[in-house]
């Protein structure tokens, strides 16, 4: 419940103040928020692992150079795809947070609007780049996906991939 109540306070700071951030860089109150949603994140996810995302991360960063921001940012919705029915309340939740139409919908059609919000999000900020501008290549899928299995963040993921369900994530965001 503590890295929960993190977690949304630092996405209610993401959501209220990442496209401004990122318009007008001298806007210091919502840098101001990012540098706290930030540190709030770090808070939460410090004693719980992080998943699928931070899994491919690592071998994406060490392997194509590719910023663990920006690798994050481009593995997060599909991702969320993958994950969204494991636990539709959660992601419901940030679909609210994100400012999604939520009113008289099932909570498992909001959580699919997650995922919207983030790939507007992402849009929002100029993030457009896909795996395939690193030389990511489906020939090395499979070291890929062997390094991510080993990072300690698939345990902990909502929903547990099989290497074919990570092959697939991988290729969604190739082109």
């Known amino acids: 419940p503590i890295s929960e ?4 306070q630092a996405m209610t ?7 401004k951030a990122v318009a007008d860089g001298s806007d210091v109150e919502a840098r101001g928020d990012m540098l706290l ?9 410090n004693s719980t692992r992080l998943g699928l995302v931070h899994a491919f991360a690592m071998p994406l960063g060490a392997k ?14 599909g991702v969320m795809r993958f994950n969204h029915l494991a636990n539709p309340r ?3 939740r940030i679909a609210e947070i994100f400012g999604e139409k ?3 919908l099932p909570v498992e ?24 501008n690193f030389g990511v290549t489906e020939g090395r899928f499979d070291e890929i996906v062997d390094e991510a299995m080993l ?8 929903r547990q991939p099989t290497k074919d369900d990570m092959k697939a994530l991988l290729r969604a965001e190739l082109v």
């Open 5 to 8: 109540a993190m977690s949304d």
């Open 13 to 19: 700071l993401i959501a209220r103040s990442l496209r």
């Open 37 to 45: 949603a930030s540190t709030i994140a770090a808070m939460a996810f």
């Open 64 to 77: 194509f150079g590719i910023p663990h921001g920006l690798v994050n940012a481009i593995m997060l919705p």
């Open 90 to 92: 959660k992601f419901a």
């Open 102 to 104: 939520t009113a008289s």
């Open 109 to 132: 059609e909001v959580a699919a609007l997650s995922v919207s919000a983030i790939e507007k999000l992402k849009l929002d900020v100029g993030i457009t780049a896909k795996l395939s």
């Open 151 to 158: 990072s300690g963040n698939v345990p902990v993921n909502p």
